[in-house]
């Protein structure tokens, strides 16, 4: 059988820890910071561990990486 191929996408967003968790930067950072709130700004600085359901989508789109 050949090799499953790794969705580029998704290697350059997501990481997985040594658990197999995966950490993902937060979303809605990138544009229209003047309407969002500062404790939304602040509460989305830095990564965090997605939820299950969510760890079962990335984890066929990366074969290898668990």
Do not use: C, E
């Amino acid at each position: 059988m050949p090799k499953m191929k790794t969705k580029s996408s998704a290697k350059k967003r997501f990481k997985v820890t040594a658990t197999g968790k995966v950490k993902v930067q937060a979303a809605g950072k990138r544009h229209g910071m003047i309407k969002r709130s500062n404790k939304f700004i602040r509460d989305a600085r830095g990564t965090m561990v997605l939820s299950d359901p969510d760890t079962k989508i990335v984890k066929k789109f990366m074969p290898y990486s668990f």
